[in-house]
T-cell receptor, first 110, second 115 residues
C-alpha cells in the first residue's frame, strides 16, 4: 500500500527565507506526483505536476524535484512571502486515484 | 471555463436525512471523483468515475452513492446521514492520457455538518 508522508506537519519561516517542503512515498512505481496548495476553508489549487520520467518542474518561484529511487519529492519556494502561508499537499498517482500526504502547514512571518 | 463547481458550499443535516452534493465540470474530463477531508486523516477517495455510465468505489464508499449520466456531472448522494459523515467534500476531475490520469483539478468543496 502506498504511504505518503510529509514532515514537518507545520513550520514557520521569516519572510524572504527559502522554503523547503519534503514528501516521501513508499512505492517508487509511481506515474506522476502533484503538489497542491490549500488555503484555510478553501479547495485545492494545483501548483506543479511532475511526471515519473521527469526530475523536476518549475513555475515562477516554485521548483519541485522528484527522486523515484529514494521515494522523495521536494518543493522549493524561493524568497517566501506572507502570501505563501498555506497548507501544501503532495499526492502520488495510483490507479484511478491520488494518495495524499497530510500536508505541510506553512506560516511566513512578515 | 468555470472549472469544477460544487453546490452547496455549506450544508447542515440531521441524522437520517438524505441529500445530494452536486459536482459539475466544463473541461470535458473523462475522470471525476469525490474525496472527503477530515482533520488528521487527510483526503480519502469515496467514489470515482472513468466516464459516463461507469463508476467504482474508492477507499471509504459506505453510506454514499454516485451515478454518472453525463460527462459533465457527478453527484454524490448521502443515503441516510450520520454524524461520522461530517466532513469537507471535494470533487475532482482529470483528463486521461494513454489511459492514465493526468493533472487533477479540484472544486471549492462542500462543508457538511450532520447533527
Amino acid at each position: 500500500k502506498q504511504e505518503v508522508t510529509q514532515i514537518p506537519a507545520a513550520l514557520s519561516v521569516p519572510e524572504g527565507e527559502n522554503l523547503v517542503l519534503n514528501c516521501s512515498f513508499t512505492d517508487s512505481a509511481i506515474y506522476n506526483l502533484q503538489w497542491f496548495r490549500q488555503d484555510p476553508g478553501k479547495g485545492l489549487t494545483s501548483l506543479l505536476l511532475i511526471q515519473s520520467s521527469q526530475r523536476e518542474q518549475t513555475s515562477g518561484r516554485l521548483n519541485a524535484s522528484l527522486d523515484k529511487s529514494s521515494g522523495r519529492s521536494t518543493l522549493y519556494i524561493a524568497a517566501s512571502q506572507p502570501g505563501d502561508s498555506a497548507t501544501y499537499l503532495c499526492a502520488v498517482k495510483l490507479p484511478n486515484r491520488l494518495a495524499f500526504g497530510k500536508g505541510n502547514q506553512v506560516v511566513v512571518i512578515p | 471555463n468555470a472549472g469544477v463547481t460544487q453546490t452547496p458550499k455549506f450544508q447542515v443535516l440531521k441524522t437520517g436525512q438524505s441529500m445530494t452534493l452536486q459536482c459539475a465540470q466544463d473541461m470535458n474530463h473523462e475522470y471525476m471523483s469525490w474525496y472527503r477531508q477530515d482533520p488528521g486523516m487527510g483526503l480519502r477517495l469515496i467514489h470515482y468515475s472513468v466516464g459516463a455510465g461507469i463508476t467504482d468505489q474508492g477507499e471509504v464508499p459506505n453510506g454514499y452513492n454516485v451515478s454518472r449520466s453525463t460527462t459533465e456531472d457527478f453527484p454524490l448522494r448521502l443515503l441516510s446521514a450520520a454524524p461520522s459523515q461530517t466532513s469537507v467534500y471535494f470533487c475532482a476531475s482529470s483528463y486521461r492520457l494513454a489511459g492514465e490520469l493526468n493533472e487533477q483539478y479540484f472544486g471549492p468543496g462542500t462543508r457538511l455538518t450532520v447533527t
